[in-house]
């Protein structure tokens, strides 16, 4: 079993900066890949951003490249994701993920699941 617990979420002016956590804690070691996702009302959950865990390889999706930024704290099992030049279509529920079920990090199919932190973007 692993817990993720996100934190960070807030409002935030367009152009403006946030940054999202995800403490892990439970069996970690087992862990693959790690990931960001995101929601907006009306809309399918999205891949945002992913981290193998092992090596530190990452994914983003083409709409956040060269603004959001993930990385993790191996110390603290902590994953982060550092959003910069934020936009209003960033608004969304953000979800942590653990351990990729496919090949895909980006895929909606990882084990388990926080519960999410609101980011809301204002123009």
């Known amino acids: 079993q692993v817990q993720l617990v996100e934190s960070g979420g807030g409002s935030v002016q367009a152009g403006g900066s946030l940054r999202l956590s995800c403490a892990a804690s439970?069996?970690?070691?087992?862990?693959?890949?790690m990931a960001w996702f995101r929601q907006a009302p009306g809309k399918e959950r999205e891949g945002v951003a992913a981290l193998f865990t092992v090596i530190g390889n990452t994914r983003y999706a083409d709409s956040v490249k060269g603004r959001f930024t993930i990385s993790r704290d191996n110390a603290r099992n902590t994953l982060y994701l550092q959003m910069n030049s934020l936009k209003p279509e960033d608004t969304a529920m953000y979800y942590c993920?653990?351990?990729?079920?496919?090949?895909?990090?980006?895929?909606?199919?990882?084990?388990?699941w926080g519960q999410g932190t609101q980011v809301t973007v204002s123009s």
């Open positions: 439970g069996h970690t070691f087992s862990m693959n890949w």
């Open positions: 993920a653990a351990i990729s079920k496919t090949t895909s990090p980006l895929r909606d199919s990882y084990t388990y």
